[in-house]
């Protein structure tokens, strides 16, 4: 796991997501789904089970474990750098806009002189979007720095990392110097982008993120039947606490029964005795 000590590097940059380590966290997610999945079993009152609430959660626990472990199939195109709208987007009326990944830590003091530069920019250049990731405490986006970097072959080890067209630029000096330089930059990709010049995607590393996304299908399968485990573990237990719910309506309204029959047989006796 990447681990960031706030100074501007991270402590362990070898992180190697091998099928071990795969397995591992497919392990530790299946099971926090199934623990929440018995609490919640074991918590709902009885009159409000539904065993549509058992497919529902198998659906959470798919969603959930597909979206921790594989990085997100949503957020695929957006977080692909071999994909074009990795480094650009439109605006409604088709204006080029410029993304800029910006990585970054609250305890790091060249992040701290980047945060209001790129606040700036961002208000004063339309097409500018930054996209924002903090590495403190967050080995998600720590972990998408380090294979991104590994992915366009730059070392990514510290922070501030500045993601965009193509390039990385990794530390921020000053205003005067770091940003002046950086707005150059975005201003030039925009211009050639909205001039049509023709935008060369990055050769791509094998071990980067996309190609991990995709030889990680082979994960899908398991997850889905653990999925689906869970769905008829909770299916059943709904079902089973709904028959015990219903098991004692029914020996209650049987109590009642019994008990007006008796409360009416003595009121008869009691009528009886008074003639």
Not at 70 to 80: E, K, M, N, W
Not at 163 to 192: M, N, P, Y
Not at 243 to 256: G, L, M, P, T, V
């Amino acid at each position: 796991m990447l681990s960031y000590d706030g100074c501007g590097s991270f402590c362990d940059c070898s992180y190697e997501a091998t099928p071990q380590k795969k397995f591992r966290e497919a392990g530790q997610y299946v099971g926090l789904a199934g623990k929440v999945t018995r609490f919640a079993v074991r918590t709902i009152p009885a009159s409000t089970f539904q065993p549509r609430l058992g497919v529902t959660a198998a659906l959470m626990c798919l969603v959930a474990v597909c979206s921790m472990l594989l990085g997100g199939p949503v957020f695929a195109q957006t977080r692909d750098p071999g994909n074009l709208g990795f480094w650009f987007g439109e605006t409604s009326d088709g204006s080029p806009i410029v993304r800029l990944h910006y990585f970054h830590s609250p305890t790091c003091e060249h992040c701290k002189k980047a945060n209001p530069v790129l606040d700036d920019m961002e208000s004063r250049l339309p097409w500018l979007s930054v996209e924002r990731y903090s590495v403190l405490k967050n080995p998600a986006n720590a972990r998408f720095y380090h294979e991104l970097g590994r992915t366009l072959r730059v070392a990514t080890g510290s922070t501030p990392g500045f993601v965009f067209c193509g390039q990385v630029e990794i530390g921020f000096d000053s205003a005067a110097v770091s940003g002046r330089e950086l707005e150059r930059k975005l201003t030039q990709c925009h211009d050639a982008r909205v001039a049509g010049i023709p935008f060369e995607i990055p050769h791509l590393a094998v071990t980067g993120e996309p190609a991990r996304s995709r030889s990680n299908w082979w994960l899908i399968l398991p997850i889905i039947l653990a999925a689906g485990g869970f769905g008829v573990f909770a299916v059943a237990q709904l079902r089973a606490k709904r028959a015990e719910a219903d098991k004692a309506r029914i020996q209650a309204e049987r109590s009642a029964h019994r008990m007006e029959k008796k409360m009416a047989a003595r009121e008869r006796r009691r009528k009886g005795h008074k003639q």
